[in-house]
């Protein structure tokens, strides 16, 4: 077992996605795009954030529930991100990033149902 939330790899990645998110936000936000902005920073940080709690309650099944909402938030950051590409946005990258999250924290979650 990890000493740590910050030595599961879920949420290494999850944090390393949150900030490509946050700095391409920074850069290439637009009135137009406001809403999706908003919420793909909102929830590229719940992933980050529930991981962080469910671990720190322990094994069982808050922390599941926990590691679940995590992985739903991977979903939906991943989903508003191909939104934004699809609009014109240049997310490959965060794509990309966001998607090994939505496995990692599956994987985690699907453990911790043991």
Known sequence: MPSSHRDLVAWQVARQSFLSIQRHAESHWSPARNALYDQVRR????????LGEGYALGPGRRCRWHFRVAHGSAVETTDVLEVLGE????VEAEVELSRRV?????RLWQRSRG
């Open 102 to 106: 939505q496995a990692l924290t599956y």
């Open 43 to 50: 929830s590229s940080l719940s992933v980050m954030l529930n």
């Open 87 to 90: 609009l014109g946005g240049a």
